[in-house]
């Protein structure tokens, strides 16, 4: 158990029904702050991407630190304000958003719907004019951008279903003017996810440079430009690298961009802010002995954590009730799925039934992608802060009792 920060608090962890998530709000804290400080000293500004985790305490502590979202539906719009955060801190992207998604968005006056193409120009253009709002509006370009990372999630390459293809983009300025009731505020990338090669950023700024002086030549002053997410975090060493260098990340887009004065810089981080906070912890099921192979059978799977069974994810697994690690076990799921696999030959601890089990970096993408396939139950979320253990209804009330 190498890796696992909360030991002291295995008794009052195993008295917990498993499977369970479990978020260090130190280490949140402490990643939202570097993130913040380095981003503040270039004045760039960090929209969180809400998709990546909406528990609500993991956002009171990003809205405290006078972040932004950057929300892929109506339903995360309406849970951004809900929780606080400033209209004009909220930007909307997503390829097929709907009339009523749209409409959300303009009464809430946000600060930019991030439009993925012509047709979408077209019905914001009549919805606003429709409600009488001007809509802000940033356009998603693709800037044909290998991101090197899984094929699953990349997003910046031509003919992807994301983003305006550059060839189309003659086409986009001669129409640009038609749109009475639209206010071109920006330009927005954003070239995939999990992405460890910062040379991708810096393909990325240099592009982006390019294609803003583009427009700026066509009389399209904008007053921001926005990067994005995708930066990526180490899964296979979560306890040595559990904060993301973002210093070296923006550095990059400091170095590389080039843009007109007085234009805002934005970006829109997901995992990088909040996948080393979260550990999902399951039980030990049973120790199957196959032919050639031994099977840990855990009471967590694929319904809690899919981005294995999805993207042939890695996730650093442990057997944290025992400490030697000695032995190689093919980790699974219960689910009726083949693909309801953590791992195939991992080493662990010799392993026994009702071990717990933790499976690292899975703040992002993790409970929030879970679902109630086979009619599971879904796992409940705990929090731990300065050593102490709390559900979030408690974790909430001492936060704010702090306040007072
Ligand atoms: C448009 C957009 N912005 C931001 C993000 C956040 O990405 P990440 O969690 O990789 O930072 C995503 C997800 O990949 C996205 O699609
Ligand atoms: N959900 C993905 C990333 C996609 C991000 C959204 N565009 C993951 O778990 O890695």
Same mark, same amino acid.
Request: aromatic share 10%; proline share 2%; hydrophobic share 40%.
């Given at each position: 158990?190498?890796?696992?920060?909360?030991?002291?608090?295995?008794?009052?962890?195993?008295?917990?029904?498993?499977?369970?998530?479990?978020?260090?709000?130190?280490?949140?804290?402490?990643? +939202?702050?570097?993130?913040? *400080?380095? @981003?503040? &000293?270039? %004045?760039?500004?960090?929209?969180?991407? $809400?998709?990546? !985790?909406? /528990?609500?305490?993991?956002?009171?502590?990003?809205?405290?630190?006078?972040?932004?979202?950057?929300?892929?539906?109506?339903?995360?719009?309406?849970?951004?304000?809900?929780?606080?955060?400033?209209?004009?801190?909220?930007?909307?992207?997503?390829?097929?958003?709907?009339?009523?998604?749209?409409?959300?968005?303009?009464?809430?006056?946000?600060?930019?719907?991030?439009?993925?193409?012509?047709?979408? +120009?077209?019905?914001?253009? *009549?919805? @606003?004019? &429709?409600? %009488?709002?001007?809509?802000?509006?940033? $356009?998603?370009? !693709?800037? /044909?951008?290998?991101?090197?990372?899984?094929?699953?999630?990349?997003?910046?390459?031509?003919?992807?279903?994301?983003?305006?293809?550059?060839?189309?983009?003659?086409?986009?300025?001669?129409?640009?003017?038609?749109?009475?009731?639209?206010?071109?505020?920006?330009?927005?990338?954003?070239?995939?996810?999990?992405?460890?090669?910062?040379?991708?950023?810096?393909?990325?700024?240099?592009?982006?440079?390019?294609?803003?002086?583009?427009?700026?030549?066509?009389?399209?002053?904008?007053?921001?430009?926005?990067?994005?997410?995708?930066?990526?975090?180490?899964?296979?060493?979560?306890?040595?690298?559990?904060?993301?260098?973002?210093?070296?990340?923006?550095?990059?887009?400091?170095?590389?961009?080039?843009?007109?004065?007085?234009?805002?810089?934005?970006?829109?981080?997901?995992?990088?802010?909040?996948?080393?906070?979260?550990?999902?912890?399951?039980?030990?099921?049973?120790?199957?002995?196959?032919?050639?192979?031994?099977?840990?059978?855990?009471?967590?799977?694929?319904?809690?954590?899919?981005?294995?069974?999805?993207?042939?994810?890695?996730?650093?697994?442990?057997?944290?009730?025992?400490?030697?690690?000695?032995?190689?076990?093919?980790?699974?799921?219960?689910?009726?799925?083949?693909?309801?696999?953590?791992?195939?030959?991992?080493?662990?601890?010799?392993?026994?039934?009702?071990?717990?089990?933790?499976?690292?970096?899975?703040?992002?993408?993790?409970?929030?992608?879970?679902?109630?396939?086979?009619?599971?139950?879904?796992?409940?979320?705990?929090?731990?802060?300065?050593?102490?253990?709390?559900?979030?209804?408690?974790?909430?009330?001492?936060?704010?009792?702090?306040?007072?």
């Amino acid at each position: 158990m190498k890796n696992f920060p909360h030991i002291s608090l295995f008794e009052e962890l195993n008295a917990i029904e498993t499977p369970f998530y479990l978020y260090d709000m130190n280490l949140l804290n402490r990643t +939202l702050n570097k993130a913040k *400080e380095a @981003a503040d &000293k270039r %004045g760039y500004f960090i929209h969180y991407a $809400l998709k990546a !985790n909406n /528990n609500n305490p993991l956002l009171i502590a990003i809205r405290e630190r006078g972040f932004g979202v950057d929300c892929v539906s109506g339903n995360e719009v309406s849970k951004a304000l809900e929780m606080g955060f400033s209209p004009d801190t909220i930007d909307f992207a997503g390829i097929g958003k709907t009339d009523e998604e749209i409409e959300t968005a303009l009464n809430a006056e946000i600060f930019s719907l991030n439009v993925e193409s012509i047709e979408e +120009l077209e019905v914001i253009d *009549e919805i @606003a004019g &429709k409600i %009488g709002k001007i809509a802000n509006v940033s $356009l998603r370009i !693709n800037p /044909n951008i290998d991101a090197h990372t899984h094929k699953n999630i990349t997003t910046g390459l031509s003919e992807n279903k994301f983003g305006l293809d550059l060839t189309m983009l003659p086409k986009l300025v001669d129409r640009l003017h038609a749109f009475k009731n639209v206010e071109l505020k920006g330009l927005h990338f954003h070239v995939g996810s999990q992405i460890l090669d910062l040379n991708v950023f810096k393909e990325l700024a240099q592009k982006a440079s390019q294609l803003n002086h583009y427009f700026y030549n066509q009389g399209f002053k904008f007053k921001h430009i926005n990067m994005g997410g995708g930066l990526g975090v180490s899964y296979k060493n979560p306890s040595n690298e559990s904060i993301v260098d973002f210093e070296a990340f923006f550095k990059v887009f400091e170095e590389n961009l080039s843009l007109p004065q007085g234009m805002k810089v934005h970006f829109e981080l997901g995992r990088a802010l909040v996948a080393q906070s979260g550990i999902l912890i399951t039980k030990v099921v049973f120790v199957k002995k196959g032919l050639t192979k031994k099977f840990l059978i855990l009471d967590g799977g694929m319904t809690d954590l899919i981005r294995p069974a999805l993207y042939q994810a890695f996730h650093l697994t442990e057997n944290i009730s025992r400490e030697e690690v000695s032995e190689t076990y093919d980790v699974v799921g219960p689910i009726c799925e083949s693909t309801d696999c953590f791992g195939e030959n991992l080493v662990l601890s010799t392993s026994y039934r009702g071990d717990l089990v933790a499976i690292y970096t899975t703040g992002a993408y993790g409970q929030v992608m879970s679902s109630k396939y086979n009619m599971r139950d879904k796992a409940k979320a705990y929090y731990v802060a300065n050593g102490i253990l709390y559900t979030e209804k408690d974790y909430v009330h001492a936060i704010n009792a702090e306040k007072e």
